[in-house]
């Protein structure tokens, strides 16, 4: 994904966000626990019928999906986090490779497409279940709305990062991992991914506690103005949590475009890129070190880069590992 393409995704799923009301996790029938998940048979009914609200579509599953496909990296890592590349009919539309973890189990999902799929290209996988990563997954002009899908009998789910309002952080991780694992029956599956998760965050916590917090900017992308994280995406958490503080926190959004003379006056410390797209880190590096404006900013003026590909910068498996890899490099020795 460019950043043009990525700006307008983002900025899309953000106006979506203001029309759909708060997620809430209805209350429904037979909760499991545990790592022995007898409901992880497709054909198993144990915890169903189950009922779920996702970004204002209500949906009761009387027994767990046999044939998803998923669209996005996250949802797809996430789908291979809780071990259910046998419930996967087909993928679609990565921006970095797997990580090596899933690397396996991924090979053997049928990739439909190297972005989006047509509508005639994803029905022709025979799902009854399509899990989005981002908002424009379900493009109605593209005939892959989420009411179009439903009203042929697939459910379908977005990441919660794109209907949430206010900040989003690890509470929604946990609901977005609770919900797929009740959706598949493999809640104990869901708690243990989110008990590995919270264990490599406290671990990152415990060494950056007594540590000074550096100031950090997160260039995503621009030329005349900068594309940044601001306080309410999963990014700001990440570096909250990796030991430092976002100099554009008070942007209430979860991405947004800021002025470069506000960069220049909020002096950041360290900058964070994401590496994606047609952009090289370089070049992006070269964009920052090249203006003659930005050359007192303490970050680029020390030349104090870390870098982090776009998939660890949203609502993921990999926030554990963003976390980690980040504190490493704001604190060397507290990964």
């Excluded at 998923?70 to 990565?94: F, I, K, P, V």
């Excluded at 399509?130 to 977005?158: C, W």
């Excluded at 991780?173 to 998760?197: C, H, K, M, W, Y």
């Amino acid at each position: 994904m460019n950043s043009r393409s990525r700006k307008a995704v983002l900025r899309a799923a953000l106006s979506a966000a203001l029309l759909v009301p708060l997620i809430s996790l209805t209350a429904c029938s037979g909760s499991g626990s545990g790592t022995d998940d007898g409901a992880a048979s497709a054909g198993s009914a144990s915890g169903f019928p189950y009922t779920v609200t996702n970004c204002g579509v209500e949906t009761t599953y009387k027994a767990p999906p046999r044939r998803a496909v998923t669209m996005n990296q996250h949802a797809t890592e996430l789908m291979l986090a809780l071990g259910l590349q046998d419930r996967m009919a087909g993928t679609a539309y990565l921006d970095d490779s797997v990580l090596p973890r899933y690397r396996t189990a991924y090979d053997g999902i049928k990739v439909l497409a190297k972005e989006y799929p047509s509508k005639e290209v994803l029905l022709s996988a025979n799902p009854d279940f399509v899990y989005g990563g981002y908002s424009s997954a379900f493009d109605k002009a593209a005939g892959r709305d989420r009411a179009g899908l439903e009203k042929t009998g697939i459910r379908t789910r977005l990441s919660i990062e794109y209907c949430t309002r206010g900040p989003v952080g690890i509470e929604q991780l946990n609901s977005e991992i609770t919900e797929v694992a009740r959706t598949f029956g493999v809640p104990g599956r869901g708690q243990d991914l989110i008990a590995d998760q919270q264990r490599r965050l406290d671990a990152v916590a415990a060494k950056v506690a007594t540590r000074q917090k550096p100031t950090v900017f997160v260039y995503d992308s621009g030329e005349g103005s900068a594309f940044t994280s601001g306080g309410h995406g999963i990014a700001n958490e990440i570096v909250t949590r990796a030991g430092g503080t976002n100099v554009f926190a008070d942007l209430k959004d979860s991405f947004g475009d800021v002025p470069w003379e506000e960069v220049i006056q909020r002096k950041p410390e360290v900058v964070l890129i994401y590496d994606y797209g047609g952009t090289s880190v370089e070049e992006k590096k070269r964009r920052l070190l090249d203006d003659p404006a930005l050359a007192q900013v303490p970050a680029i003026r020390d030349k104090r880069f870390v870098v982090l590909p776009l998939s660890s910068a949203v609502l993921g498996v990999r926030v554990a590992d963003a976390v980690e890899s980040l504190a490493g490099r704001l604190h060397p020795g507290a990964s």
